[in-house]
């Protein structure tokens, strides 16, 4: 079943499980995208992880890792601090057999990103693993509260468009489905992930 069907994004709509973690609904969680194979994806959550810990103690983090990871890489950022929340490939689901191969050359390691609005928390803080936290003032960020359905972000450098890097937002399956709907209408020339 293709994700241009509701039937595809209604089997997707419920919370994910993150290993070693129950009650979270009341919690903030800390999430990246730790992807499926990209080494640098996987060594940017482990230095984000120390970040987390230094900064952000106490918090839950997690990562976001597709199936089929290796299990070296999965114990690497257990190491760093990350439970893990596996996610599936998305890909041939999403776009079938006839996918836009210029689609799943650009995205098809990041597509899945979007699993962190089924994270099962109050709040999440997204970081990208390529974003690092260098002061303690982030506290002040995620003291804050942000309206359902919202999601603050950050202008991306001096363009119009804001920056999925660093998102703080309630989960919500909602967003999620919606989100999925989003990305079938994308046009060819629109960034996926920072379009405002």
Known sequence: ??????????????????????????????????????????????????????????????????????????????????????????DKDFCGEDCDQEFLGRWHDSFEKINCFRLPFKRALFLDSDTYIFSSRILELIKNDVPDDHIAMAKDGCKDEFNSGVMFYK????????????VEVRQREKILDQES
């Not at 994910?16 to 973690?21: D, F, G, I, K, P």
């Open 171 to 182: 989960p919500s399956l909602d967003v999620f489905a919606n989100m999925l709907k989003l």
């Open 1 to 90: 079943m293709l994700a241009r069907t509701p039937g595809w994004i209604q089997n997707l709509s419920h919370f994910l499980t993150v290993e070693n973690m129950n009650n979270t609904e009341e919690q903030t969680a800390v999430v990246t995208f730790a992807g499926k194979k990209n080494v640098e994806y996987i060594d940017g959550a482990i230095m984000l992880g120390v970040s987390v810990q230094k900064y952000l103690p106490g918090h839950p983090m997690v990562a976001l890792a597709i199936t089929a990871m290796k299990a070296v890489n999965k114990n690497l950022l257990r190491n760093a601090g990350w439970s893990l929340s596996i996610v599936p490939n998305w």
